[in-house]
């Protein structure tokens, strides 16, 4: 007598590990509920990082044949689709903790400036919440993840007491700090992930300066090192690496049944039964699952029903500035090491009275690479003129004097901007590959030119000197590597497709916690939000569990 066992049924399974799928699998094995967790690579070995290398150290082992840990995806493994006119740089991590591996860390609270822009503006839809339902929030994830910054507290940057010590600006940034004094532009201390004092077991920061190569201490949030193992250790989390999900399958009456994934490995298809599942894959590969997710109750895609997911893609416009001080040129070489990425940011102030604008929302800027740069010569030295003895004094002169300056600003929503799914083009598994149609319009283009003002502004106050700058020359979409809105929360289950607790509305037990579910870009990095929001949403869920609604 043969004896079937039936397919195990998870009571969640989770899609993703970084940021928001990382919160969620933390957040829930803790409170008792047991979990598979889908993560598309595999654990990346500290060991195999090369955070202190230095530039000769890196010839001498690349010419052995030695590679340092690989954490991009390639788009040979795994391509996508763009308008030939349009380019989209698309920036992906498979592997636990995706993104978090590598992120520039920098972690701004949102507020009400950024939750309630429709209703002062009227473009597209406000978020569901305010900043009050968040803010409890901001502050777990503050104290959990090691944000250092200072004591200020704006409408636009809400404060936070929770913060750990800053580091020092660097001697460019102070006189930049100065010159945008002058002008009466808000600056304050950057707000970053990186733990300036022992948090949890996990060491200090010590400001070795290259944090995007990876941090061998863990002393920077990452979802690998800080959520996953306290979530193994809790005996309820199944972690299954390699597993590239593909398709969320649907019982006959339309709700969640289980996840459809592919081996990385080895490509054979595998499926897993669950009761809820939970999407955070990014914004990008959670709307590519979603749209192929299709079935005779949901042929436009899992709970698609309003035709909002895909549409509204927003991601920031960015300039690149790069320029001098005088005032620093021949000054001594300094360590100017400290946290990989800028020590002060430029916060949105041009929605303060006297200040005119022709376009919606704003911009803020940040002020990477601003430092006597350890890695080598600064990028801009290839602008120097000369060669030989006398070029080399001259890049030695300038050194300590670099600076970079970065706007970011909010792009609106559009329903054209969107993602789509390609059925003549599949990847290696057989699933469509994602189509990104991205452009940014009119009120980008005014908001441009403010932020090329705002630029020019503080260099002259600052009596620097610009290298190659090219007036109003976007970097390339998508580089801000911020991608929102493709499946956003709303009130309207015509024009959202979330609730305010990332819970589809069409399909109860789906649960969207990325940078989809944001309804707008806003100008500020939006890690912080994803892990307050990713926390709360399954708060919610968990409670929903117990109380036996899903």
């Known amino acids: 007598m043969q004896v079937i066992t039936p397919p195990k049924v998870y009571p969640v399974i989770v899609i993703g590990s970084g940021a928001s799928g990382g919160m969620a699998a933390w957040n829930l094995t803790r409170q008792g509920i047991e979990v598979l967790l ?29 590679k340092p840990e ?29 993104k978090t591996n590598v992120w520039g860390r920098v972690s701004l609270r949102y507020s009400d400036i950024d939750f309630k822009a429709a209703d002062r503006d009227g473009w597209e839809i406000s978020w569901p919440i305010s900043y009050n339902d968040i803010s409890p929030y901001y502050d777990q994830v503050e104290q959990l993840i090691g944000v250092n910054g200072g004591t200020d507290d704006s409408d636009v940057l809400p404060g936070s007491k929770y913060l750990q010590p800053p580091p020092a600006p660097r001697c460019g940034e102070r006189l930049l700090q100065r010159a945008m004094g002058k002008l009466n532009i808000p600056v304050v201390a950057g707000r970053r992930a990186n733990m300036t004092r022992p948090t949890r077991g996990f060491p200090a920061c010590h400001y070795c300066g290259n944090c995007g190569n990876g941090c061998d201490t863990a002393s920077f949030f990452c979802s690998a090192d800080h959520l996953l193992p306290s979530a193994v250790q809790t005996g309820k989390l199944e972690l299954r690496s390699n597993a ?8 006959e009456s339309g709700r969640a049944a289980g996840v459809q994934y592919f081996d990385r490995r080895t490509g054979s298809d595998q499926q897993v039964r669950g009761k809820v599942v939970v999407l955070g894959a990014s914004c990008v590969d959670s709307t590519r699952i979603l749209l192929n997710s299709k079935s005779s109750t949901h042929p436009n895609g899992l709970g698609n029903g309003s035709d909002v997911i895909g549409r509204y893609l927003c991601e920031q416009i960015r300039l690149n500035a790069r320029g001098y001080l005088p005032a620093l040129e021949g000054t001594p070489t300094r360590n100017d090491r400290g946290i990989g990425g800028e020590h002060i940011y430029m916060p949105r102030f041009n929605h303060r009275p006297g200040r005119g604008r022709d376009y919606l929302r704003g911009f803020g800027a940040q002020f990477w690479n601003t430092w006597s740069n350890w890695n080598g010569s600064h990028e801009g030295s290839d602008q120097i003129p000369g060669f030989g003895a006398s070029l080399k004094r001259q890049i030695k002169r300038r050194h300590p004097a670099w600076f970079e300056i970065h706007p970011f600003g909010e792009a609106l929503p559009y329903a054209h901007n969107r993602i789509t799914v390609d059925p003549a083009r599949v990847d290696r598994y057989g699933v469509p590959l994602l189509h990104i149609d991205y452009r940014v319009g009119e009120n980008e283009r005014k908001m441009t030119e403010h932020m090329a003002d705002t630029i020019e502004e503080i260099v002259k106050a600052a009596g620097g000197v610009l290298v190659n700058y090219k007036r109003g020359d ?12 493709t499946c956003r929360m709303g009130t309207d289950p015509k024009r959202s497709a979330l609730t305010a607790f990332n819970q589809m509305h069409e399909v109860k037990n789906v649960f969207v916690v990325d940078g989809s579910a944001f309804p707008t870009a806003t100008e500020k990095n939006p890690t912080l939000t994803i892990l307050s929001l990713s926390w709360r949403a399954t708060d919610y869920l968990a409670q929903e569990m117990k109380r036996g609604n899903l």
């Open 244 to 251: 590239v999900a593909a398709r969320i399958l649907t019982d």
């Open 474 to 485: 976007l970097d390339a979409m998508g580089s801000a590597i911020h991608e929102h809105g």
């Open 38 to 66: 889908l993560d598309a690579g595999d654990k990346f070995d500290r060991s195999k990082y090369w955070t202190h290398v230095t530039p000769w150290e890196t010839q001498a082992r690349l010419a052995r044949g030695e």
């Open 70 to 98: 690989t954490f991009f995806l390639d788009t040979k493994e795994q391509p996508y689709v763009t308008p030939n006119d349009r380019p989209f740089a698309l920036t992906r991590v498979w592997g636990h903790g995706g």
